[in-house]
């Protein structure tokens, strides 16, 4: 049985937070979103699938590529 994964689409308060790309080191899946630095806590604003899903991300938070960590 496959189950379709439910994409994750919401819009964060990205003052103050670090855009971040991580990835899982099991799966391989990334998930695209933001490091609030004085808490430590990371909001996912997406799930990332190819370079089409980054380049949705940067335009939907209005950033650029060299903002962009990867953890």
């Known amino acids: ?3 379709a994964k439910e994409k994750v689409v919401k819009k964060i308060e ?3 937070k670090k855009p971040l790309i991580r990835k ?3 799966t ?3 998930v ?3 490091l609030d630095p004085e808490t430590g806590v990371f909001e996912v604003a997406m799930e990332i ?3 089409r899903d980054i380049d949705e991300f ?4 209005d950033l650029s590529v060299v903002m962009i ?3």
Not at 58 to 61: G, N, S, W
Request: proline residues 0%.
């Open 58 to 61: 940067l335009d939907r938070y």
């Open 24 to 26: 899982n080191q099991e």
């Open 49 to 51: 699938g190819d370079e």
């Open 14 to 16: 990205i003052a103050n």
């Open 1 to 3: 049985m496959v189950v």
């Open 32 to 34: 695209a979103g933001f």
């Open 69 to 71: 960590s990867k953890m």
């Open 28 to 30: 391989g899946e990334m």
